[in-house]
C-alpha cells in the first residue's frame, strides 16, 4: 500500500509500581502492611480517618522514609482537611473541640521533597535515579469521588450530573490514571452487592484508556482487572470487547503481582502502547492541531491489521509491519477540538476520521487497546471492623509495566 512506513518502537524498560489506597493511618511503620521494593509508590487516597494535622503528620513521616524513585499521592474523601471548601463548612462536625488548619495540612504535602500531590492535575515524571529505569510517564491524579445520599458528608465528593464534565478534564494522553473512587462496574462491588463506582469516569476511561488505572474507596473491592477496548463497533457508546480477572498469586504467600510485561508466568504485554502525543504547554496534540499551532499526523492501521485477535494482544509490542501514514481531515475554522463533541459521536467507536465516531479519542490513538485496572484497598475491612479478627489489612497491589525510556539519557 503507498505511503507505508515502518514505525521505530521507542526503548521500553519494566518499571514496577507498588500501588496502594485506603491505608487509614495504617502503614509500613506500625506493621499494618509490608511494602516491597519498587520505582513508584502510588497512594489513591484515604491516608487518614478524618485528616487532622497528626495524622496527616504520621502519613507523610512513612511516606517521606520509604524508598522509591517517585511518590504520587492523592488525598481521599475521609482527608477532609485537603478540601478547604468542604472543611471550611463542614469542619466542626468533625473536630468541634480541636479544629484542624487546612492550609498547614495540605502544606504537609505540598512542601515535601519527595512526594508528588496531585488534586486534579497532571504530571510528567521521568524516573531518574541512578540505579532506576529511567522511563518516563504522564499521571494524572484526582481526589473525587461521587456523593452518596444515604451517607453523611465528606469531602471531595461531586453530585452523578456532574461526572462528565469532571472527568472529561483528564488528558488524553494520560498513561497513568489515579482517582480515589473505581469506575462503575469496575472493582466497585460493595458488600451489599451495590456498584459504587461513576458511570462517568467509566466513560471517560474509553476515552483516555490509560495504561495503568489505579483507584481504592471500595475495601471489598480490592483486586485487578485488564479491560480490552472496543474501538471499532459503531453506535455504541464505550464499549468493552472483554476483561480478564486476576488471580492474586500473593493471596498467602508472596508478592500481589500483576505482570504486564509479557515476560513472566505466561502473562500477555499489555495491549496499550500509549499513543497520542502531548502538545504544547501539556495539552494534547490533536487540540493544537485544531488550534493551529502545527501539523498532526494519524497513525491508522489497514482494517485487515486492526483487527484480528493476534492484533489486539499484541499491539503494544509495535510488532506490524506497516502503518499508513495519514494527514488529519482540515482543522475547520468555525470548530475547535475543544468544543464539546455531540451527544451521538462522544465515546462512539468507529474507522476514524469519520463524522460518525469519536475522532478526539480516536485518531492516532488506536494502540491504547487494554487498560489494567486495580482497586488498591490495604484496609480490608470497614468501619466500625466489628466483624471476625476486627481491622484487617491487603498486600500492596506491585505492577510491572513497559514504559518508555525517557531521551538524553
Known sequence: ???????????????????????????????????????????????????SLSELQRTVEWLEKVDFDAKVVIAGNHDI????????????????????????????????????????????????????PHTTFTIFGSPYS????????WAF?????????????????????????????????????RTAGCGGLREALWRVRPRLFVCGHV????????????????????????????VDPGRDKGMSLVDLTGKGGGCERLGNDGSGLAGANGGDAMKDYYDGNKPAYALSFTSSELFTPSTLTSIGTYPLSSMSQSPL???????SITDPLPSSTLGQGGMPPSGRCDNEALVGRLGRRETCIVNAA???????????????FNKPIVVDLELPVWEGE
Open 1 to 51: 500500500m503507498a505511503g507505508q512506513w515502518q514505525l521505530d518502537p521507542p526503548a521500553l524498560r519494566k518499571t514496577r509500581f507498588v500501588c496502594v489506597s485506603d491505608t487509614h493511618n495504617a502503614s509500613p511503620l506500625t506493621g499494618a502492611f509490608k511494602l516491597p521494593k519498587g520505582d513508584v509508590l502510588i497512594h489513591a487516597g484515604d491516608m487518614s480517618n478524618q485528616g
Open 81 to 132: 482537611t485537603l478540601d478547604k471548601d468542604f472543611y471550611a463548612e463542614h469542619g466542626a462536625y468533625f473536630h468541634n473541640q480541636h479544629p484542624q488548619d487546612p492550609d498547614k495540612c495540605l502544606a504537609l504535602f505540598t512542601s515535601s521533597e519527595s512526594i508528588t500531590y496531585l488534586s486534579h492535575a497532571s504530571r510528567t515524571i521521568r524516573l531518574t535515579s541512578l540505579t532506576g
Open 146 to 153: 461521587p456523593t452518596t445520599p444515604a451517607r453523611s458528608p
Open 157 to 193: 465528593t461531586y453530585p452523578p450530573t456532574s461526572a462528565t464534565q469532571l472527568w472529561s478534564q483528564i488528558p488524553l494522553h494520560t498513561d497513568i490514571l489515579v482517582t480515589h473512587t473505581p469506575a462503575k462496574y469496575h472493582l466497585d462491588e460493595t458488600r451489599t452487592r
Open 219 to 246: 475495601h471489598e473491592a480490592r483486586g485487578a482487572e485488564r479491560v480490552m477496548w472496543d474501538l471499532e463497533t459503531e453506535n455504541v457508546g464505550c464499549r468493552e470487547a472483554g476483561r480478564r480477572e486476576w
Open 329 to 335: 481531515p482540515p482543522a475547520s475554522p468555525s470548530s
Open 378 to 392: 490495604i484496609m480490608a475491612s470497614s468501619w466500625p471492623h466489628k466483624g471476625a479478627g476486627g481491622k484487617r
